[in-house]
């Protein structure tokens, strides 16, 4: 069973940044991929950003393109969600999540992730 915990979330102003990290612990087989995915209040959960492990390939939601950085690294079993430029409307809960099934898949379908962490709040300011 895998565990995702995630951390770096908190409060800031708009035009800040702030940087998540999830930590993958647990797993017998490297991870396919990683994601971002992020519920505000009264929304549905949506996604964020992700990476395929083998090969370091990022995707973005169109939304925080050319802001969010996403990265991982493999000694530490960590992926990093990088958020500059925040704007109020990125306000949500962000979730970490892991498939481990070593399948190309859409890797913005929330369905095709095995494992999720407990979720980190981030508020922006404005």
């Known amino acids: 069973q895998v565990q995702l915990v995630e951390s770096g979330g908190g409060l800031v102003q708009a035009g800040g940044s702030l940087r998540l990290s999830c930590a993958a612990s647990g797993r017998t087989f490297s991870s396919s991929y990683m994601g971002w995915f992020r519920q505000a209040p009264g929304k549905e959960r949506e996604f964020v950003a992700a990476i395929r492990w083998s090969s370091a390939r990022t995707y973005y939601a169109d939304s925080v393109k050319g802001r969010f950085t996403i990265s991982r690294d493999n000694a530490k079993n960590t992926v990093y969600l990088q958020m500059n430029s925040l704007k109020p409307e990125d306000t949500a809960v962000y979730y970490c999540?892991?498939?481990?099934?070593?399948?190309?898949?859409?890797?913005?379908?929330?369905?095709?992730?095995?494992?999720w962490g407990q979720g980190t709040q981030v508020t922006v300011s404005s």
């Open positions: 999540a892991d498939r481990v099934q070593n399948t190309i898949v859409e890797p913005t379908a929330s369905t095709n992730y095995d494992f």
